[in-house]
């Protein structure tokens, strides 16, 4: 099974902040990689997939990149909105896997 | 718009069984690889199956593997997940979602419906 490590667990920020999240897998999973975020009490949205790729009605502040182990996601400019937990996930192979999260907090 | 609404879920004993339904609509649902996707209390998120468009392909989560049982009915537009021999460590959320094509990545999903397994 591949293995998805998120760092930070959590992070706390400001608005206007810039953050950048990193998802590593355990072994090489091309561009198959998504990134969904989720905010309490509601099911998980997805922002990014294949990587870099951004999910039509997705603010341009999120951005990803990375390929093969490596991946970020990064938010440019943090707006109150953006306060939740971000997955990333890996699509490349059964069973698919989700990182731990990474819980973004309001500093 | 893409609807996901699932339903079942509730109170069950160790041991015991539930069956899972979503009813979709807004989009062709005979189209879409569809998943079951689960969150237990305070945790991430736990990939749980998957079945092709036909129903003719499916996929476990080691966890669940022979315990559960995912399928759907695209005349009635409904995925369902069959849960035998529940245990604690099966308490969660369940969600239903959505694949892009065959690309096992969800873009829309449910509500979610708790499931909860205790004595």
């Known amino acids: 099974d591949i293995q998805m490590t998120q760092s930070p667990s959590s992070v706390s920020a400001s608005v206007g902040d810039r953050v950048t999240i990193t998802c590593r897998a355990s072994?090489?999973?091309?561009?198959?990689l998504v990134w969904y975020q989720q905010k309490p009490g509601k099911a998980p949205k997805l922002l990014i997939y294949?990587?870099?790729s951004l999910q039509s009605g997705v603010p341009s502040r999120f951005s990803g990149s990375g390929s093969g182990t490596d991946f970020t996601l990064t938010i440019s400019s943090l707006q109150p909105e953006d306060f939740a937990t971000y997955y990333c996930q890996q699509a490349n192979s059964f069973p698919l896997t989700f990182g731990q999260g990474t819980r973004l907090e309001i500093k | 718009q893409v609807q996901l609404v699932e339903s079942g879920g509730g109170l069950v004993k160790p041991g015991g069984s539930l069956r899972l339904s979503c009813a979709a609509s807004?989009?062709?649902?005979?189209?879409?690889?569809m998943s079951w996707i689960r969150q237990a209390p305070g945790k991430g998120l736990e990939w749980v199956s998957y079945i092709s468009n036909s129903g003719s392909t499916k996929y476990y989560a080691d966890s669940v593997k022979g315990r559960f049982t995912i399928s759907r009915d695209n005349a009635k537009n409904s995925l369902y997940l069959q849960m035998n021999s529940l245990r604690a460590e099966d308490t969660a959320v369940y969600y239903c979602?959505?694949?892009?094509?065959?690309?096992?990545?969800?873009?829309?999903w449910g509500q979610g419906t708790l499931v909860t397994v205790s004595s």
């Open positions: 294949a990587a870099s």
């Open positions: 072994q090489g999973i091309n561009s198959w």
């Open positions: 807004g989009f062709t649902f005979s189209d879409y690889y």
């Open positions: 979602a959505k694949s892009r094509a065959a690309i096992a990545l969800f873009d829309y």
